[in-house]
């Protein structure tokens, strides 16, 4: 289902690309001061100002082991905004597309140095950013595609995630 959030910034991705299509330079400086610098330069703030959740292994009600504990310091805004988080790694992924797509119009157009700041941009996106905002789906590729450290750390994603809900629960 999508999310209030995911829906806006979604739509304000897709809108700032179809102005890049209509004209290309003021397009394209509206998506990196837009996109990149104020949405994604917030997220990068957030994450970097975050503490993390004071959380001890072996307690009560969750019992998480000490590499559960470690996983939930490393991603506080995670595990404090799971939801959040989701929807805005979906604007992550949508922007990351998108600056694909676009990065290739500005350099048919001549906008060089536009276009490589923009794909520059959605590999970061990529490799970075969502993996550090909600990692879910980084390990579940990781683990397709057979690096098994990455794959471990998916495992305890989903057992603190199953602590986390079971102490909910009861």
Known sequence: ???????????????????AFIDPQAGAYAYIVGFIALFEGWLVLLLLTARPPAVAAHAPPYDFTAEEVDYIRRHPLLFRFPGTMKSFVSI?????????????????????????VILVNAF???????????PES????????????????????????????????H
Do not use: D
């Not at 289902?1 to 102005?19: C, D, N, T």
């Not at 048919?108 to 490589?116: H, K, P, R, T, V």
């Not at 970061?124 to 909600?134: A, E, W």
């Open 124 to 134: 970061f996106v990529g490799t970075y950013l969502t993996r550090r905002l909600h």
């Open 92 to 116: 992550l992924g949508i922007g990351a597309l998108a600056g694909f797509v676009l990065s290739i119009w500005l350099g048919l157009n001549g906008q060089w140095i536009e276009a490589a």
């Open 138 to 169: 980084y390990y579940a590729t990781a683990a397709a595609r057979g690096c098994h450290e990455q794959a471990s750390e998916g495992r305890v994603y989903a057992s603190t995630w199953e602590k986390i809900l079971n102490a909910r629960h």
């Open 1 to 19: 289902m999508w999310s209030p959030i995911s829906f806006v910034g979604i739509l304000a991705v897709l809108g700032v690309m179809i102005w």
